[in-house]
Nanobody, 119 residues
Framework: QVQLVESGGGLVQPGGSLRLSCAAS????????MGWYRQAPGKERELVAV???????NYADSVKGRFTVSRDNAKNTVYLQMNSLKPDDTAVYYC?????????????WGQGTQVTVSS
């Protein structure tokens, strides 16, 4: 079993910045992809940004140039630096990790952290 613990959400004004963190713990061989999704009220959960174990990253078009995903493999932690935040970025942000358990992959989610962008 793998636990993902998120931190860093909160209330910020438009144009502001926030940094989310997500640390994975448990017993596993390796974390493959690790990243962030979000879900706004009344909408489906969507990909924000994801990074592979090799460091490559993919972003939703809506956050390109504003958000940066990074990871520290030694700490099993992924980060999301969010700049130039907009009200449309308001959502619950969920950490996701695809973990290799010696040949079997598991898909894990954090509990979610609220990000609210409002003046």
């Amino acid at each position: 079993q793998v636990q993902l613990v998120e931190s860093g959400g909160g209330l910020v004004q438009p144009g502001g910045s926030l940094r989310l963190s997500c640390a994975a713990s448990g017993i596993f061989f390796r974390i493959n992809n690790m990243g962030w999704y979000r879900q706004a009220p009344g909408k489906e959960r969507e990909l924000v940004a994801v990074t592979s174990s090799g460091g490559s990253a993919n972003y939703a078009d809506s956050v390109k140039g504003r958000f940066t995903v990074s990871r520290d493999n030694a700490k099993n932690t992924v980060y999301l630096q969010m700049n130039s935040l907009k009200p449309d970025d308001t959502a619950v942000y969920y950490c996701n990790a695809v973990v290799n358990h010696w040949g079997r992959n598991g898909d894990y989610w954090g509990q979610g952290t609220q990000v609210t962008v409002s003046s």
